[in-house]
């Protein structure tokens, strides 16, 4: 281990000289690639300085207690010794995680989609506090989000939404919430008191950048349309709205929130490039290994993910048997701990298949 860390100090000090060359400067894209490289390895090398200089304290303490006459002085080292040993131990572990092979998508910024599913409007109703659920813990993450289309539900939420989120590690954070989320309570419909069972599902796409997927202009068949959503004095005047159809594959993106023809396009290619890598990295996942669609945070939207219960105020996570009984707290964003124990469950998982 610490020969790999000395190693990725001797890069983060190479990377340190280049980024401040002035034909690495110019170069925007090289600049950005380089920035971001610095960050993640200086986040590594603060702590490997940290480890370096406890055990040199170790050492130092050890070094009093087996050759010191005065025994005042090693019972001090002594005591020194317990703080530090555990410190140590516990900095290791951290450094040792770090050091883990990451998912190269983990830093990307991603496309968050929530669709309604079986449940008719509670369903729809479920979508929309899903999204609000979503948009808390973004707000807490000090992320920033911007809203690609929706489609309203006839009495509340959303038949589907889609969103743009950026900021630091969003999909390594986001990329577990993939797949079926299922709600047990009484809809606001429902007259005799019954508890329902509706779904949403929930996708996180890492965000394609136009050098990850190539699109071919004449494959896309672009379609406009008048705005039902906001846009002021302009929806149902002009054809803002675009539909895209990608004819190889037939997906179909749309986007209407923008007041801008050329905006609306903008984005509907965004999200059209990250349906088509994400449709690219499960192919090469599933190419990897076979039982890859086994493993925590598949993405698999088949599969039931998440059960919010509201009579027993519970939420369980099936695919690592997690549950907590503060649904609220949950609803209103804090979904950290869940995502903690996933991430935990696939590092272990990782471990067992022999990738880490």
Request: with cysteine; proline share 3%.
């Amino acid at each position: 281990m610490l020969e790999q860390l000395e190693s990725i100090k001797e890069r983060f000090e190479e990377v340190e000289q280049q980024i401040v060359q002035p034909e690495i400067v110019s170069d925007q894209k090289q600049f950005s690639k380089l920035s971001k490289e610095y960050k993640d390895l200086g986040k590594i090398v603060a702590k490997y300085q940290t480890f370096k200089k406890l055990l040199t304290d170790i050492e130092g303490s050890k070094e009093i207690i087996n050759n010191e006459k005065d025994e005042d002085l090693r019972e001090m080292a002594k005591e020194e010794l317990t703080d530090l040993q555990p410190k140590l131990n516990e900095l290791e572990a951290e450094l040792r995680e770090m050091l883990m092979p990451r998912d190269p998508n983990d830093s990307r910024n991603v496309i968050l989609e929530v669709r309604a599913g079986t449940g008719g409007d509670e369903a729809s109703i479920f979508a929309g506090d899903l999204f609000r659920m979503y948009q808390r813990f973004i707000e807490k993450m000090g992320w920033r989000m911007t809203l690609m289309d929706h489609t309203d539900g006839s009495t509340g939420g959303y038949k589907e939404i889609i969103v743009q989120v950026e900021g630091e590690d969003v999909y390594g954070k986001m990329k577990f919430e993939s797949g079926v989320h299922r709600v047990q309570r009484v809809p606001v419909t429902e007259s005799q008191g019954r508890v329902h069972t509706s779904a949403a599902s929930v996708a996180v796409l890492p965000e394609a950048e136009e050098v990850d997927v190539e699109i071919n202009m004449g494959d896309i068949r672009m379609d406009t349309f008048q705005s039902s959503g906001a846009g002021g004095q302009s929806v149902n005047t002009t054809y803002s709205a675009v539909r895209l159809t990608h004819i190889p594959s037939g997906l179909v993106v749309s986007c209407q929130d923008e007041r801008s023809q050329h905006k609306n396009k903008d984005r509907a290619l965004t999200v059209l490039r990250s349906r088509l890598y994400e449709i690219a990295l499960q192919k090469h996942n599933d190419a990897i290994s076979a039982e890859r669609k086994g493993m925590v945070g598949s993405g698999d939207r088949s599969d039931k993910i998440r059960t919010y219960n509201y009579p027993q105020s519970r939420v369980t996570d099936h695919r690592i048997g997690y549950t907590v009984y503060n649904l609220p707290t949950v609803m209103d964003g804090e979904i950290g701990d869940f995502i903690e124990n996933l991430r935990i469950a696939e590092n272990a998982d990782r471990m067992k298949e022999g990738t880490v």
